[in-house]
C-alpha cells in the first residue's frame, strides 16, 4: 500500500536531528494508516500511540532548545503550538479502548494535519537559521 504522506529532502528545517523526528512521525502516521486500511484488529493502536508521544516529547523538547539558541521571533506562539499537539494526542490515548476504530481514525488526522501544517509550514520558518546564525 503506498504511504498516505512520505518524508522528502525538500521538507528539511536544515537540522538533521530535528529532521530524523519529523520523518519517523510520517513513519508512525504511516503505520497507523496501513494498519488501519489492512487489519480488523485495532489493538496495534496504542503502541503506535505511545510510539508518537515519546518522540513527540523527545523531538518538541530539542526542538524549542534549538529555537531558543537561534534566538527565533515566535518561539512563545511556537512552543504553544507544541502544547497544543501533545494535549490533542493524549487526549487521543486518554479516551482509547481497545480496537477503537474511532481513535485510529483521530490519530490519523490529527497526525496528520500536524504534518502538514506544523512540520511542513510552521517548522520550515526556522530552516534558515542555521546558516543566518552560524554553527547550531
Known amino acids: 500500500m ?6 522528502r ?14 520523518e519517523e512521525m510520517f513513519n508512525i502516521l504511516n503505520s497507523v494508516y496501513d494498519d488501519v486500511m489492512n487489519s480488523p484488529a485495532l489493538g496495534f493502536i496504542l503502541p503506535n500511540i505511545d510510539k508518537l508521544t515519546t ?11 534549538y529555537l531558543e539558541k537561534m534566538h527565533f521571533p515566535d518561539i512563545a506562539d511556537h512552543i504553544a503550538k507544541h502544547r497544543e499537539f501533545t494535549q ?23 497526525l496528520g494535519e500536524w504534518l502538514i501544517h506544523h512540520v511542513l509550514k510552521e517548522d520550515r520558518k526556522y530552516s534558515h537559521l542555521k546558516g543566518s546564525r552560524g554553527t547550531a
Open 88 to 110: 490533542t494526542i493524549e487526549r487521543i490515548r486518554s479516551g482509547y479502548n481497545d480496537n477503537d476504530l474511532e481513535a485510529s481514525k483521530q490519530l490519523i488526522i490529527v
Open 2 to 7: 503506498m504511504p498516505l504522506l512520505s518524508w
Open 55 to 65: 518522540i513527540a516529547e523527545c523531538h518538541l523538547s530539542a526542538e524549542e532548545q
Open 9 to 22: 529532502a525538500e521538507y528539511s528545517v536544515n537540522e538533521a536531528e530535528l529532521d530524523r523526528h519529523h
